[in-house]
């Protein structure tokens, strides 16, 4: 029955993931009313409910256009499934905006198959990934996405392999700059936000133990999928996949790398988990299989928000 309703994509079906998102939205917010006090708390409630929107909506535009799915909102359901496993999420704006950040770069790496605008899209997507550092450091790490993207596509032009720096210079300079105008310390908030740790031991109840470990399961269950199928899925789009699969353990380094450990910073995995969720499901199998793994995963993802209230 699930699989009936979002294997089309319509603007039905997206009003319906918008509708969701929004209802869940606001019963996680509505715990604490304490952002109704200002004009600018309101605002900033609002803002971030945008950029999650707007989330959702680019990782299944990336999916859609660049052939790594058929004309579903599968990629945005799961998105959204995966967001109802860590609703504290909701309430970290740095790391929403750095997830948005990130995926503007891959929808440009994504796009580099088609060789068109190489460089425009190298420095697009590099530029992209040192913004999303300035709101949560470790995602720098996908400018790793950025050299492997070159080595796949574009690497016999040496100005590819300079362009980054390039990027780096660029973000440099206006982090400079800022934080000239509004009077930051620039070295003391690079070596705060640069720290590693490693434990994860950060659990404050069992229900969040238990979301982590539900969601590492999931995962494991669509990245096995993937590996498993991926020899058989067009040649054209081995690298687009490969790239999806290297931002997915990119992102789990991100989360073993940075301090003040939580499980929200898992978010930078969503993306990239969503599109290998809705290539499992498209694959040819049995209809039953298909709303067996919709129904358990609706399930998971309902006990950990509502859980987590």
């Known amino acids: 029955m699930i699989t009936s309703v979002f294997k089309k994509s319509t603007p039905l079906n997206f009003s319906l993931v918008f509708i969701l998102i929004l209802v869940f939205y606001f019963l996680y917010q509505i715990q604490d009313l304490a952002w109704t006090n200002t004009a600018i708390s309101i605002f900033q409630t609002v803002g971030m409910l945008c950029v999650l929107l707007g ?12 052939g790594l799915s058929r004309d579903s909102t599968y990629t945005a359901f799961f998105y959204f499934l995966f967001l ?8 970290n704006p740095n790391l929403i905006l750095s997830n ?23 420095f697009d997507a590099s530029l992209w990934i040192f913004i ?9 790490l996908y400018i790793l996405l950025v050299f492997i993207s070159v ?7 040496y100005r590819n392999w300079i362009i980054p720096f390039v990027a780096l210079f660029a973000v440099s300079i206006l982090f400079v700059a800022a934080s000239l105008i509004f009077n930051i310390d620039s070295v003391a908030f690079l070596n705060e936000n640069s720290k590693i740790d490693f434990d994860i031991d950060y659990f404050t109840n069992n229900y969040q133990n238990v979301a982590f470990s539900i969601y590492l399961t999931v995962a494991l269950f669509f990245v096995i999928s993937m590996f ?19 931002s997915f353990f990119i992102g789990i380094v991100v989360f073993v790398l940075s301090a003040n450990k939580s499980n929200e910073l898992l978010v930078f995995t969503f993306a990239p988990l969503a599109i290998m969720a809705t290539s499992h499901i498209e694959i040819a199998q049995p209809k039953l299989k298909e709303e067996i793994v919709l129904f358990v995963l609706l399930g998971c993802s309902m006990f ?4 987590q209230l």
Do not use: M
């Not at 989330?55 to 660049?66: D, G, M, P, Q, W």
């Not at 109802?84 to 309430?91: I, Q």
């Not at 950990?304 to 859980?307: E, G, L, R």
């Open 55 to 66: 989330s959702v909506f680019l990782t299944s535009f990336i999916a859609k256009r660049n």
């Open 151 to 157: 080595i796949f596509h574009v690497s016999r032009d």
């Open 100 to 122: 948005f950040f990130v995926l503007l770069a891959i929808r440009r790496l994504i796009s580099l198959q088609t060789l068109k605008g190489a460089k425009e899209k190298i």
């Open 132 to 140: 999303a550092a300035l709101f949560q450091f470790w995602s720098i």
């Open 304 to 307: 950990c928000f509502f859980s």
């Open 228 to 246: 498993s199928t991926l020899s058989n899925r067009p040649l054209l789009l081995h690298a687009s996949y490969k790239n999806i699969i290297v």
């Open 84 to 91: 109802l496993f860590f609703p504290s999420l909701l309430d």
